[in-house]
């Protein structure tokens, strides 16, 4: 039996995408070969690839806007360091709102000087920071969309008068933005993409080639851009299954179809917890991440009882982050709305039998 994967990632993947890749691994393209052992240059590769870059910028109405789109690997810690290499020349600022910005700008004050515009980490990271200034007078400003282990999100972005840099790796094509008011967005695509392996990267060409230091070639996003995203060897199986979720999301009717029923389960996720005397949410509401949704049981004492429910109802992945603890629901965008009913019936079951 499929169980409900509320994991914070790598996570849930649609079962039409699964079932895809399977088969590819098997016998890509009936070419009598697996997807894992062709040529990342043969030109059923090279169209994969062509097609993901392209499905990116449809998808986030970037085309002919100016930007490319890259798969890269490492994760998106590299790309704390790589961003800052690229575009960091005096000084740069960034938002911390929670462990991945705290990353970023340990790695990026390796380069240079960072400034913190703002911060919530005196309150646990419960919260969006608002109100703050970015100075005009910088190389970027960086932010985090999503944070998955405090379950916050920002809702409203600053019109930066700088370049602005994301990083999106837990909500990138889960709801509507004006994606142009981004000049580098980054996201790892083990959330909302495909499996773990390969990180998005999408730039806008005319930030770069900026600064004055000489970047190694595997950081410079001059020469991947140059070589269509195959500087060196691509991780083949990653970016088709991304390929594939991509294409899924257009098929749903794009970030806008998909956002709606983001919402929707949300709602029926925090309904439940607002309502049950027996959970309580970590988030400032105003700030609840819908992708991640964070709470605490407020009697102990029900633990035991508490997981041995989630385990009879086939709910998988709920514990919170260990620097935080409680429980963490992901309700990336392959996550289907009836693992959310039914993890708040068990909430509710819990009610009733306390």
């Keep these: 039996m499929k169980k409900h994967n509320f994991s914070a990632g790598p996570s849930i993947l649609p079962q039409e995408v699964l079932l ?134 920002i809702k409203e972005f600053p019109n930066s008068p700088i370049p602005m840099v994301c990083d999106m790796s837990s909500d990138i094509f889960s709801r509507v933005l004006d994606f142009s008011k981004f000049d580098l967005i980054y996201a790892g695509a083990q959330k909302n993409m495909g499996p773990a392996g390969t990180t998005l990267v999408v730039i806008k060409e005319d930030i770069l080639g900026k600064v004055s230091r000489k970047i190694p070639s595997i950081m410079d996003y001059k020469l991947h851009i140059s070589n269509g995203s195959m500087y060196n060897t691509p991780p083949v199986f990653a970016v088709y299954t991304s390929m594939l979720t991509l294409e899924w999301i257009k098929s749903l009717g794009g970030i806008a179809a998909v956002e709606k029923l983001n919402e929707k389960k949300a709602n029926v996720m925090y309904s439940e917890i607002d309502l049950n005397p027996l959970f309580k949410g970590f988030a400032t509401k105003e700030d609840r991440s819908i992708m991640n949704a964070t709470f605490t049981l ?47 019936e068990v909430m509710s079951e819990l009610e009733s039998k306390a």
Excluded at 320 to 338: D, F, K, Q, T, W
Aim: charged share 25%; with cysteine; proline share 2%.
């Design 20 to 153: 895809k890749a399977s088969h590819a691994v098997m016998d890509f393209n009936n070419e009598g070969l697996s997807l894992l052992e062709i040529s990342h240059r043969s030109k059923a590769f090279v169209d994969v690839m062509e097609n993901a870059r392209a499905l990116v910028l449809e998808l986030l109405g970037l085309e002919g806007k100016g930007y490319k789109a890259l798969f890269l690997q490492g994760g998106a810690s590299t790309q704390f360091l790589m961003v800052a290499m690229n575009l960091l020349e005096k000084r740069a600022g960034y938002l911390n709102t929670g462990t991945w910005s705290k990353k970023a700008i340990k790695e990026a004050k390796m380069l240079d000087d960072i400034y913190e515009v703002a911060s919530s980490e005196s309150a646990n990271f419960n919260y969006i920071p608002k109100g703050y200034d970015i100075p005009e007078d910088y190389d970027y400003f960086h932010c985090t969309s999503n944070n998955t282990i405090f379950g916050t999100q």
């Design 298 to 344: 407020e009697n102990e004492n029900l633990k035991e009882t508490f997981e041995t429910m989630l385990k009879e109802a086939g709910i998988s992945g709920l514990n919170g982050h260990r620097s935080v603890g409680g429980y963490r629901a992901s309700m990336y965008n392959a996550l289907p709305i009836e693992s959310v009913k039914t993890l708040v």
